[in-house]
């Protein structure tokens, strides 16, 4: 049907038929309505076609759209960098005749490539919505290119500095480094001044009337208080503030050395820099911390040095008559000078300092370098008890000096072997005060006494091997003596109930009781 309609058509406009009627017949043939946008040109046919011909389609679109072929001629947005490389015809993207509501523009945002228009996106750019540039009912192209259209409201500056907001900022952050060069100014900036926001010296988008002293900024910083004057670059610098460049070696008469060089400034100079005059004596600074209180004078440098105030380097050994060793060598100063170091002179004997370290009460004398060192007080103790009347021989060579000698006087332990062995005497006395008649000092149980030798009573018989307490089971006292008659002992055993006197030997030995033999 449509193929018949196009023939009659053809037809009426060959026959030269009237120009309205061929309009209607054209606009009974349109494919579909056009778009809201060219409704008012619905019924002109050859606004956009020109019959017989789609070539010139093109240069249709090109007449009504003089901004569009104004871009492809200047070659600048999209059109006039795409669209006029590749030679695309305004038909193929394009397209008409799909509806008033029609949406002819066929743009992707999620796959457009920004590249292709007079702005490239950059940095942050890149993250922005379109919407965020591209305002509702607004064409594409006429979105703004220049920063200030659209950061007007965060120009900080209000204005101030002009609108050319990329002398100074970039894409990649709005606050961040900007490409402003400091350099160019009469204050170049270097050092830690590089890394510093511009408001931190421009206040309140001042940029005239910021000062270039250090102190014009840095007099918040000032921890002198204005006592170091106002020259900060003599000592400081803007590598690193806290860090001084000032040689007190070269730029004074004071060397630092040790830990001076760890000292604050205000440690020392507690006045106006250039106005106090220090002195500089040890003492004068450190007289707070003289735990001498004076007693040793005020020449410390004699004695300490500036790498360690704690540690002496007097050398006691070269500079006095008495050499510090072992325990004497970690003894304070004040531990034998009580007084005025240059004016008392001390005894050198031990006794002078260590009376009341004797425990012997003065009974062994005062030469106490004839049994002890330095090294220690109860160390290596080199007395020979071979020399007193007591050798020590046997066990007692080893045995620990208060084993036998409670108290310190030592001239007061007994001599007698039961004074210290009465706990061990399993005799309980029965045999006496005299243990050395039996034992030696080897061994307590190494006994060596001979009954048969050493008394008038030989032990045979069934009395030899007999324990000693069986016959010594009473304590005698001083001069008394152990009996020795058979009776004595066995008057216990005696059936004749003393009839035969007491002299058991008679009738008996030792051998057996119950077989006499009657030699009398």
């Given at each position: 049907?449509?193929?018949?309609?196009?023939?009659?058509?053809?037809v009426?406009?060959?026959?030269?038929?009237?120009?309205?009627?061929?309009?209607?017949?054209?606009?009974?043939?349109?494919?579909?309505?056009?778009?809201?946008?060219?409704?008012?040109?619905?019924?002109?046919?050859?606004?956009?076609?020109?019959?017989?011909?789609?070539?010139?389609?093109?240069?249709?679109?090109?007449?009504?759209?003089?901004?569009?072929?104004?871009?492809?001629?200047?070659?600048?947005?999209?059109?006039?960098?795409?669209?006029?490389v590749?030679?695309?015809?305004?038909?193929?993207?394009h397209?008409?005749?799909?509806?008033?509501?029609?949406?002819?523009?066929?743009?992707?945002?999620?796959?457009?490539?920004?590249?292709?228009?007079?702005?490239?996106?950059?940095?942050?750019?890149?993250?922005?919505?379109?919407?965020?540039?591209?305002?509702?009912?607004?064409?594409?192209?006429?979105?703004?290119?220049?920063?200030?259209?659209?950061?007007?409201?965060?120009?900080?500056?209000?204005?101030?500095?002009?609108?050319?907001?990329?002398?100074?900022?970039?894409?990649?952050?709005?606050?961040?480094?900007?490409?402003?060069?400091?350099?160019?100014?009469?204050?170049?900036?270097?050092?830690?001044?590089?890394?510093?926001?511009?408001?931190?010296?421009?206040?309140?988008?001042?940029?005239?009337?910021?000062?270039?002293?250090?102190?014009?900024?840095?007099?918040?910083?000032?921890?002198?208080?204005?006592?170091?004057?106002?020259?900060?670059?003599?000592?400081?610098?803007?590598?690193?503030?806290?860090?001084?460049?000032?040689?007190?070696?070269?730029?004074?008469?004071?060397?630092?050395?040790?830990?001076?060089?760890?000292?604050?400034?205000?440690s020392?100079?507690?006045?106006?820099?250039?106005?106090?005059?220090?002195?500089?004596e040890?003492?004068?600074?450190h007289?707070?911390?003289?735990?001498?209180?004076?007693?040793?004078?005020?020449?410390?440098?004699?004695c300490?040095?500036?790498?360690?105030?704690?540690?002496?380097?007097?050398?006691?050994?070269?500079?006095?008559?008495?050499?510090?060793?072992?325990?004497?060598?970690?003894?304070?100063?004040?531990?034998?000078?009580?007084?005025?170091v240059?004016?008392?002179?001390?005894?050198?004997?031990?006794y002078?300092?260590?009376?009341?370290?004797?425990?012997?009460?003065?009974?062994?004398?005062k030469?106490?370098?004839?049994?002890?060192?330095?090294?220690?007080?109860?160390?290596?103790?080199?007395?020979?008890?071979?020399?007193?009347?007591?050798?020590?021989?046997?066990?007692?060579?080893?045995?620990?000096?208060?084993?036998?000698?409670?108290?310190?006087?030592?001239?007061?332990?007994?001599?007698?072997?039961?004074?210290?062995?009465?706990?061990?005497?399993?005799?309980?006395?029965?045999?006496?005060?005299?243990?050395?008649?039996?034992?030696?000092?080897?061994?307590?149980?190494?006994?060596?006494?001979?009954?048969?030798?050493?008394?008038?009573?030989?032990?045979?018989g069934?009395?030899?091997?007999?324990?000693?307490?069986?016959?010594?089971?009473?304590?005698?006292?001083?001069?008394?003596?152990?009996?020795?008659?058979?009776?004595?002992?066995h008057?216990?055993?005696?059936?004749?109930?003393?009839?035969?006197?007491?002299?058991?030997?008679?009738?008996?030995?030792?051998?057996?009781?119950?077989?006499?033999?009657?030699?009398q």
């Amino acid at each position: 049907m449509r193929q018949i309609l196009n023939v009659c058509a053809l037809v009426l406009v060959m026959i030269g038929a009237e120009p309205a009627l061929a309009i209607d017949f054209e606009k009974l043939l349109m494919p579909g309505d056009v778009i809201e946008g060219h409704a008012k040109y619905e019924g002109e046919c050859t606004k956009c076609h020109e019959r017989f011909s789609k070539k010139t389609q093109t240069q249709l679109c090109s007449d009504c759209h003089e901004k569009i072929d104004n871009d492809i001629f200047e070659k600048k947005g999209f059109h006039g960098k795409e669209a006029r490389v590749s030679k695309v015809e305004c038909r193929v993207c394009h397209t008409e005749h799909k509806g008033r509501d029609a949406n002819i523009v066929h743009l992707n945002k999620d796959t457009f490539d920004h590249k292709l228009t007079d702005f490239k996106l950059k940095g942050s750019h890149t993250a922005v919505a379109c919407e965020s540039c591209h305002k509702p009912k607004k064409l594409y192209r006429e979105a703004p290119l220049k920063c200030y259209s659209c950061h007007k409201k965060d120009d900080v500056h209000d204005g101030s500095l002009g609108k050319k907001c990329q002398d100074c900022h970039t894409e990649k952050s709005w606050v961040g480094k900007n490409d402003f060069d400091h350099g160019d100014t009469d204050f170049p900036l270097k050092g830690k001044h590089e890394k510093v926001d511009c408001v931190s010296c421009h206040l309140n988008q001042d940029y005239k009337e910021t000062p270039d002293s250090c102190y014009g900024c840095h007099s918040v910083d000032d921890n002198h208080n204005g006592r170091y004057g106002k020259k900060c670059k003599d000592c400081h610098s803007e590598k690193d503030w806290e860090k001084i460049h000032f040689n007190h070696d070269k730029d004074t008469d004071y060397r630092i050395t040790g830990k001076h060089k760890r000292v604050s400034c205000d440690s020392c100079h507690t006045g106006h820099l250039y106005k106090q005059e220090l002195e500089t004596e040890c003492y004068s600074c450190h007289k707070a911390d003289d735990e001498h209180q004076g007693k040793n004078g005020k020449e410390c440098d004699s004695c300490h040095n500036t790498k360690d105030w704690g540690k002496s380097t007097f050398d006691h050994e070269k500079e006095t008559d008495f050499p510090l060793r072992g325990k004497h060598d970690k003894l304070i100063c004040s531990a034998c000078h009580k007084g005025e170091v240059f004016e008392e002179e001390l005894k050198m004997e031990c006794y002078a300092c260590h009376r009341q370290d004797d425990i012997h009460a003065g009974e062994q004398g005062k030469d106490c370098a004839r049994c002890h060192n330095e090294t220690g007080w109860q160390e290596k103790i080199v007395f020979d008890h071979d020399l007193t009347h007591f050798p020590l021989i046997g066990l007692h060579a080893t045995t620990p000096c208060e084993e036998c000698h409670l108290s310190g006087t030592y001239k007061d332990a007994a001599l007698e072997c039961i004074a210290c062995h009465k706990k061990e005497d399993v005799h309980k006395k029965a045999l006496g005060n005299e243990c050395e008649v039996c034992h030696n000092p080897n061994a307590w149980s190494l006994w060596e006494f001979d009954h048969n030798e050493q008394t008038d009573f030989e032990l045979d018989g069934k009395h030899e091997g007999l324990g000693c307490h069986l016959c010594h089971s009473t304590v005698l006292k001083k001069g008394q003596k152990t009996a020795s008659q058979c009776g004595d002992c066995h008057w216990s055993d005696d059936i004749h109930r003393g009839g035969f006197g007491r002299n058991c030997e008679r009738c008996h030995d030792t051998e057996s009781f119950s077989d006499p033999k009657i030699t009398q």
